[in-house]
């Protein structure tokens, strides 16, 4: 499993990658998220699903860009289906054979010089896809049920890059307290609209353990802090335990 999460705002792109690995009872860290970057062209290619074929998948896409030139990230996320597709045709058969599942999806980002704006798509294991944008400003691929609910309630296509990726962080957390098969070091991905430069930040457990302490301790005094009027219909249909006694 894994968590990779990408954002997209008027400002521009924020994405996190965990980088745990987990086979069988053994985990390993293992980077998920590539990086495309040249004159005018920035995209990032995050994956969930098994690692074998995701390499495939990655290395018939790196030799297909040495003879082909995209001008808008909407090719290059076609091109990418299509390396999918036949790391499918290959492999699909004897995974099934196996017990295992051809599930990959992948997170694709970025802007190339005859974008208007930058992109952000999700593409399925069948290789077709979606553009993420207005109301749907985030997609979450892998262990995704433990951190959407702090996206949900915070993000929108107005918000900041420096609040997604506070959010963003939360959301991944969240996810890394729930399950042991999502965690430490992340990557995190920046992009700012229309400046064709991708930055890109490695945090360790250390760095952000803090963050993750706070985050804590404001959730447990917001709960404390939350009236408590609305209850008292309910609670006070419950027997009093002092009447009982003194019968």
Same mark, same amino acid.
């Given at each position: ?79 990418? +289906?299509? &390396?999918? $597709?036949?790391? @499918? ?5 004897? /995974?099934?054979?196996? =017990?295992?599942?051809?599930? !990959?999806?992948?997170?694709? +980002?970025? &802007?190339? $010089?005859?974008? @208007? ?5 999700? /593409?399925?294991?069948? =290789?077709?896809?979606?553009? !993420? ?17 702090? /996206? ?96």
């Amino acid at each position: 499993m894994t968590y990779c999460l990408g954002i997209k705002v008027k400002e521009g792109l924020v994405a996190i990658a965990d980088t745990r690995i987990t086979s069988g009872t053994e985990t390993t860290n293992k980077k998920k998220v590539t990086i495309e970057q040249k004159d005018n062209f920035s995209l990032f290619i995050m994956t969930s699903g098994l690692r074998s074929v995701r390499d495939k998948a990655m290395v018939y896409f790196n030799e297909l860009m040495e003879t082909q030139e995209f001008n808008k990230l909407y090719k290059a996320v076609n091109a990418f +289906g299509v &390396q999918v $597709k036949r790391a @499918a045709l290959e492999d699909g058969a004897a /995974l099934e054979k196996a =017990g295992l599942k051809f599930d !990959l999806h992948t997170i694709i +980002g970025g &802007q190339l $010089k005859d974008d @208007a704006e930058h992109k952000l798509y999700l /593409l399925y294991p069948e =290789g077709n896809w979606v553009e !993420l944008g207005q109301g749907a400003p985030y997609v979450v691929i892998g262990n995704s049920g433990h951190g959407k609910a702090i /996206l949900n309630r915070v993000l929108s296509e107005s918000s900041s890059m420096r609040l997604a990726l506070k959010a963003g962080f939360l959301s991944f957390d969240s996810t890394r307290v729930s399950s042991n098969n999502v965690d430490y070091p992340i990557d995190v991905i920046l992009y700012k609209k229309d400046t064709y430069e991708i930055i890109e930040q490695r945090y360790e457990s250390r760095d952000l353990a803090a963050i993750s302490s706070q985050w804590d301790d404001e959730l447990k005094n917001a709960l404390i802090n939350v009236s408590e009027e609305w209850m008292e219909v309910a609670f006070d249909k419950l027997p009093d335990t002092e009447t009982k006694e003194s019968k």
